[in-house]
């Protein structure tokens, strides 16, 4: 049987997402995968959906709207890939209590105000461009490695090369180890 793995949209959810079907190619195989729409998941409904406005939805009520929702709707232990926006609120989720095997957040820039780290194994990646990535210190206070990748800023995840890196990390997590003597390696084509 597959592991479950829970996918969190960044703020545009489906709308600007056709990157997501990428990611959801590599998966799927693998993964029992479900997909949240961040702005469906927060009730977030704007009749001008400018970055500004549904920023301001997220920071405004938006993102705690999506932990309780999330809450309500997963209750077993599964993997969690979130970008930007879903990052945050997968990480709020887990730091009231939603179950998580593992955690992968991409460009999640609103953690950077968290001072508590989730209670699974906790992956944050930026681009080093990104402006609002946590400062150094902040890894250390919550006593988590992060990763970034050169010369990318914050939507660094809709970026095909970045893609398979993403999914080649969350494939390791779950492929069987070979057994000594048996060479196994997963190749993204």
Known sequence: MAEKLVILSD?????????ITSYLGYLQQYYDIVFYDCQQLANIDLTVSSEENIHSAFVEGGIDTAVAHLLK??????????????????WKANLLGLPMKSLYTVSSTRIRAEENRP?????????DTDLYRPKQDWYKKLNIEGELIKDFGHELYTDEKNIQKICLDLLNT???KPKPGVVEKIRIA
């Open 11 to 19: 703020m545009w959810g489906s709308k600007k997402g056709l990157w």
């Open 174 to 176: 779950v492929i069987q």
């Open 119 to 127: 209670d699974c194994k906790t992956t944050v990646l930026f681009g």
């Open 73 to 90: 709707k997963e209750t077993a232990p599964a993997h969690y890939l979130g970008f930007s926006t879903g990052g945050t609120i997968a």
